[in-house]
């Protein structure tokens, strides 16, 4: 092992991700504060030579494992026990410059005002939603809406792209939702209220993805003196002494290295922070000690209070006029907030949204999808590493809807998904529904390959000409968790049960480092982000939400990167 000694380094910056890239950006604006920004991952630097990350269909990048950590898995359904080796799906998590905001579903909403009053009283101070505002003004470009809600100015453009994207299956979907009374609101940003609109999303005027990373880190942003981005390269541990963070220790091709900085941030994302923290000494003691790891800081709440918003969906075979045409493009036009009505759970709890197509290639161009979760979730999971091999994949439990309002809001959900899928209005555009999601054969096309396109493509003629009740017959091959969604409707307990077997998540991890008061046990940093107990560590990533938002949580993210990043240079 080799050392290196880099004592002006005034800000070391861990993850190069939603959060990690503004954090870079912002910090370096001051030309006297020295800023290095370590990522895992490569640097796909310019979109023009990555049009995989920057199409606007996103399940061209988020499917293809070159952008992924390989070998991470998580628990998603709650077992009703704590056994390490309960069933685990793999769990895709980003790993390049950009994190989650290089190839996730590149929506880009806020969430509802209470869900930032209610981090203020929990006792996060400076957190409320009038506090929280002038930073998602400050990071958006809105290209379609002005005003007191909205920031034309940010480094990060957000739009609706317009009736272009929608289909005949769209345009019945909204046609029977206009029908029920339910409102199409003109912004999804806007006033917090039940209804249907366009889905926000960070594209530019060019309809391109962009992620934190050509947002934040621009050319200009780069050729400043004071900022270092280092790229491929894993950070092992967060080194501490007498109750300081004095540098971490990185791991690169040519071997191990040491760093030294005045102040540590940790932006790993909401799995890998905790994760990191834990074999730097920093977590619950008796797992730490459980894993042979000298103890530097006593932090129960460290991994614990994982959030996720739970998930099912109904699948569609969409008549060959009602399909997307042309080139692939956004398959998410449509979104649909409302209210569960479930005591105690707030306005806006659920979403869902309308699907155009359920993957790349042309057999996907064949299913839509009605998917929906809870936005507001109550269940609470736990990450922690393996006592076996700490310095490898933590083991990750979602215990998803282990608190039984998410249960019973999903089954709601799903009970009204069917009465919109059956509704007559669709006929014409769609020849019958399915419960499941993507079965493993799937997934193996879900990389886009010549060799895919090919298979998809003979298979995809195939299924249009064997005709419906032959097709119906193929279906439980194509679609794991296969069922009939009417004979689920009609039966609550059966629907449950299923619902409580297959759910899915949507990759909004968050809240394994969460914020709190002073008197807040479980609380891992204070309101401004640094970890409680040890000076010069901070945490900037999903990982400090108190509670989740009801909302995709990248634009969440980054809003709390601009803020921290404030507090810092003020600091």
Known sequence: MSASSSPNVDYLIVGGGSAGCVLAARLSEDPALRVLLLE???????????????????GIAYSNPRYTWPGLSARLPYS???RPDGKATRYEQARLLGGGSAINGIGANRGSPDDYDEWERMGVTGWSWDSCLPYFR??????????????RDGPFPIRRRGDVLWTPFTRAMLAICAQRGIPFLPDQNGDWEDGIFEMAVNMDEKARRVSTAWAYLTPEVRRRRNLEIRTDTTVSRVLIADGRATGVEIRRQDGWERLEAANIVLSAGALATPALLMRSGVGPASHLADCGITVQKDLPGVGQNLMEHPSSGLVPWLKPAARQRGPLDYHIPIGYRF??????CPAGDMHMNFVTRAAWHPIGGQLGSLFFWVNKSYSRGQLLLDPAAPDGPPRIDFRMLSDRRDLVRL???FERAVGLATDPGLAAVVDSIHAGGMSEMGKRFSRRTRFGALITGAAAIGLDGIGSRLRDKAFPLMLSNFDDPRRLAGDREALENYIAETVGGVWHPSGTCRMGGTGDRLAVTDPGGEVRGLTGLYICDASLMPTIPCANTNLPTIMIAEKIADGLRRA
Not at 138 to 151: I, S
């Open 138 to 151: 400050k990071l958006e470009r809105d290209l379609d809406f002005d005003g007191a809600l909205h920031g």
């Open 40 to 58: 895992a991952g490569f640097d796909a630097a310019r979109p023009e030579d990555y049009p995989e990350l920057a199409s606007p269909y996103p």
């Open 80 to 82: 009703g026990s704590n």
């Open 411 to 413: 089954a709601d959900a």
């Open 339 to 344: 209210s569960s009505g479930v005591e105690g």
